[in-house]
């Protein structure tokens, strides 16, 4: 993989090392997808043997990034990196930082959805939980196809992504508390609803962190608690500029 930006060192060894540790952030990210996706399809059909192979997996995401993190310390103690070199190692340790704690979320995700498979009764606001679910998995997707190719304009136009999870997210709390309101013995399994619904939420929060790390690494710029429009600025093009240059080319 091309790394973008970074000429090649006189060590190929030191090449290789950054290399790896892009490429295992990658393969942590598929595996925290999928437990994502798992997490919400077991909510969603009430999946009890799929919620429950979701948190005994937790294991792994958690071990990943205790293996990537050593290997950046290393690096960082061995390497003594600088400019952009040392931007990708804190990166990636900020990455695997957010990816585990998505992880956390897809865990905690099925422990609601083996709450609810012990309860009876169905509930209206797991259409859009499904939807909003998603939604946040899409994110999450683009966010790491952004880092795979440090791509800060898909960066810039993920980061507005997160305004449509949020929007979703709201819609399904109007919806539980109108649930609750109507029948206030669905509480309990209410509730268990909208803390899955929070859980995904902050899986859009997370996948926009991770964007604006990609912007870091290639800008320079730290670009986190800014607004997007300021974002846009530092990368120098605003997001609906490239949405519609990109729909240009592929039209072409």
């Not at 609601?112 to 498979?117: D, K, V, Y």
């Amino acid at each position: 993989m091309e790394r973008k930006g970074i000429g090649p060192h006189i060590s190929r060894q030191f090449d290789a090392e950054l290399e790896d540790i892009r490429s295992r952030v990658l393969e942590m990210g598929g595996l925290v997808e999928q437990q994502m996706g798992n997490a919400v399809k077991a909510l969603v059909n009430g999946d009890s043997e799929l919620a429950e192979k979701v948190i005994t997996s937790d294991y792994r995401v958690n071990a990943m990034e205790v293996a990537i993190d050593e290997e950046c310390t290393l690096i960082l103690a061995r390497r003594q990196p600088t400019a952009i070199d040392l931007r990708l190692v804190i990166a990636v340790i900020k990455t695997i930082t957010d990816l585990e704690r998505i992880g956390d979320e897809a865990e905690r995700i099925a422990r609601m959805a083996l709450h609810l498979t012990e309860s009876s009764g169905t509930l209206r606001p797991l259409a859009g939980v499904e939807h909003l679910g998603d939604l946040a998995r899409k994110m999450l997707r683009d966010a790491l196809d952004a880092f795979a190719r440090m791509d800060i304009l898909a960066a810039a136009r993920i980061l507005r992504e997160d305004l449509k999870v949020d929007r979703e997210y709201e819609g399904v709390l109007r919806q539980s508390i109108t649930f609750m309101m109507e029948d206030p013995r669905s509480i309990p399994r209410v509730v268990d609803v909208m803390w899955s619904a929070r859980a995904m939420e902050r899986t859009g929060d997370r996948a926009r962190n991770i964007c604006e790390y990609v912007i870091y690494f290639v800008k320079g710029k730290d670009v986190r608690h800014t607004t997007i429009e300021q974002v846009e600025a530092a990368v120098g093009r605003r997001a609906e500029d490239i949405t519609e240059t990109r729909g240009e080319e592929q039209g072409r």
